[in-house]
């Protein structure tokens, strides 16, 4: 079955930098776009990034972490990561991995049927 779990979260400070990893099973990881989304307390879960699958890699971004985090893929390990810099408080959340339910998807659309258990950023003093 599908399975994707998430590591790497933690308690740091502010304009510190962090990096999650989702480990990918299940599927064929390297035709999927695998994204992250994120949930504050009290909040909606919300989009944070998202890349392609195949060798053209395109990316999306939230705008409030555009130039503070990276996502990236390495298809030979199933493995997505979110390189997140310059964090602000209000990046605490818990961050969720997500792949596209069908394969060959656009980055674009937010069509993600598989999700991983989460993981905690906590971003304060």
């Known amino acids: 079955q599908v399975q994707l779990v998430e590591s790497g979260g933690g308690l740091v400070q502010p304009g510190d930098s962090l990096t999650l990893s989702c480990k990918a099973s299940?599927?064929?990881?390297?035709?999927?776009?695998m994204g992250w989304f994120r949930q504050a307390p009290g909040k909606d879960r919300q989009f944070v990034a998202a890349?392609?699958?195949?060798?053209?890699?395109?990316?999306k971004y939230t705008d409030s972490v555009e130039g503070r985090f990276t996502i990236s893929r390495d298809n030979a390990k199933n493995l997505t990561y979110l390189q997140m810099s310059g964090l602000k408080p209000e990046d605490t959340a818990v961050y969720y991995c997500?792949?596209?339910?069908?394969?060959?998807?656009?980055?674009?659309?937010?069509?993600?049927?598989?999700w991983g258990q989460g993981t905690q950023v906590t971003v304060s003093l």
């Open positions: 997500a792949a596209h339910r069908l394969p060959f998807g656009s980055p674009g659309v937010l069509s993600y049927g598989y």
């Open positions: 299940g599927f064929s990881f390297a035709r999927h776009v």
């Open positions: 890349i392609n699958w195949g060798v053209r890699t395109t990316k």
